[in-house]
């Protein structure tokens, strides 16, 4: 059973940082690419970032690129977003999600996610 769970969520300030943590077990995490996606309040969900398996490609939105950086360790069986500079539109609960395949696809929302950590942007 996949399993995925996120940490990292706080209310911070504009321009402030952030690092989001997800534990992933219940599947060879190294397998697969892993995508982070947001839902902002009102709204629906929105694809962030992607990375490959390996961690060598790595795709993002336009609102987050340059800003937030998806990264992966394989031997922990983590994924990380490092979010910077962050806005009050980037508050959002952020969700980790599984690919069901090796190669990073842009735009796309997986179906397995985990239950989210909230990110609150306000000053």
């Known amino acids: 059973e996949v399993q995925l769970v996120e940490s990292g969520g706080e209310s911070v300030h504009p321009g402030d940082s952030l690092r989001l943590s997800c534990a992933a077990s219940?599947?060879?995490?190294?397998?697969?690419?892993m995508t982070w996606v947001r839902q902002a309040p009102g709204k629906g969900l929105e694809w962030v970032a992607t990375i490959s398996n390996g961690g060598s490609t790595d795709l993002y939105a336009a609102s987050v690129r340059g800003r937030f950086t998806i990264s992966r360790d394989n031997a922990k069986n983590t994924l990380y977003l490092q979010l910077t500079d962050l806005r009050p539109e980037d508050t959002a609960m952020y969700y980790c999600a599984k690919q069901d395949r090796a190669y990073p696809v842009p735009n796309l929302i997986p179906t397995a996610r985990g239950q989210g950590t909230q990110v609150t942007v306000s000053s």
């Open positions: 219940g599947f060879r995490f190294e397998n697969y690419a």
